[in-house]
């Protein structure tokens, strides 16, 4: 898994959606969502409007690109690559879908270092919010706190065709 992940945070390979459709069939609030068949990994290329790493703005070090992991179990995970070669991702579930809106609780937040050689996760509380602002476009924004710490990032992906890799 690691070296997909490393392989995709190199790649510029672009999406439409980041998270599957079968996992946005819009479940009750008290409902787990669906589990996919298969996990998913999903490239998306775009742009990184905002990053904020440990309370630090890391907007200048955001690269264009995007990676969504969608787990059997329901979890997703965004990842986002910073040029300095650390990678934050947050670890969602989905909590609700009203119309286009999907709305995903974060239940942690993971930095990894340069070259993978180092990975902190922490327990985090915050939300993601997915949202199709135009003609195959999505924004992703979301913000946390953990470990005493800010995390946020803001991701507009691109109007290419997606590259889903299964497992």
């Known amino acids: 898994m690691a070296r997909i992940v490393a392989a995709a945070m190199s790649l510029r390979i672009p999406m439409l959606a ?15 969502p669906p589990p ?3 996990a998913e990994v999903r490239f998306a290329q775009g742009d990184c409007d905002s ?3 440990e309370g630090r703005p890391r907007t200048r070090g955001c690269k264009p690109n ?15 690559a910073g ?5 934050l991702s947050f670890l969602t579930r989905i909590e609700r879908q009203v119309g286009q809106e999907t709305r995903l609780k974060v239940g942690q937040v993971t930095i990894v270092t340069r ?6 996760a922490s327990p985090a509380a915050g939300d993601c919010v997915l949202t199709p602002f135009a003609v195959n476009r999505s924004r992703l924004e979301c913000s946390a ?6 995390y ?3 991701f507009r992906t691109s109007d290419a065709e997606p590259r889903i890799v299964t497992f």
Do not use: N, Q, T
């Not at 980041?18 to 787990?32: C, D, E, F, G, Q």
């Not at 040029?83 to 990678?87: A, E, F, Q, V």
């Not at 706190?145 to 800010?150: L, N, V």
């Open 115 to 120: 070259g993978g050689a180092e990975a902190y």
């Open 66 to 80: 995007l990676v969504s992991l969608a787990y059997r179990s329901g979890l997703v995970s965004f990842v986002f």
């Open 83 to 87: 040029k300095d070669g650390r990678h």
């Open 51 to 53: 990053l904020l790493l």
């Open 145 to 150: 706190k953990a470990g005493g710490s800010r």
């Open 18 to 32: 980041l998270v599957p459709a079968a996992l946005l069939v819009a479940p009750a609030p008290a409902a787990s």
């Open 152 to 154: 946020s990032a803001l």
């Open 36 to 38: 996919v068949e298969h």
